[in-house]
């Protein structure tokens, strides 16, 4: 066979010459879905509490906590008037 005929001569003639890792994928990287998709899936699927064999939660998950906030609700006028309206008309 001539010299002239062969794949790797053709592309050098058209000018197609790179390293070869133009369609290689990189480790770690999502074909799938996209960035945003990701991103949303992970919300919902980490940061999940872990429980041992027996079921008993060992890990709480990143959204819970064992504290209990002060649950108070400050006196507003505005509310208490509106109340006491309603309870005159409807009572």
Do not use: W
């Not at 027996?54 to 505005?78: I, L, Y």
């Amino acid at each position: 066979m001539g010299t002239g005929k062969k794949e790797k001569n053709r592309k050098i003639r058209e000018g197609k010459v790179g390293d070869g890792f133009g369609n290689v994928k990189v480790k770690g990287e999502n074909f799938y879905r996209s960035a945003k998709k990701v991103k949303a899936l992970n919300v919902v699927t980490h940061g999940l509490a872990q429980h041992n064999a027996a079921g008993k939660e060992t890990k709480a998950a990143v959204f819970q906590s064992k504290q209990v906030p002060q649950a108070r609700v400050e006196p507003n006028r505005k509310v208490n008037v509106l109340e006491l309206v309603h309870l005159r008309i409807c009572g």
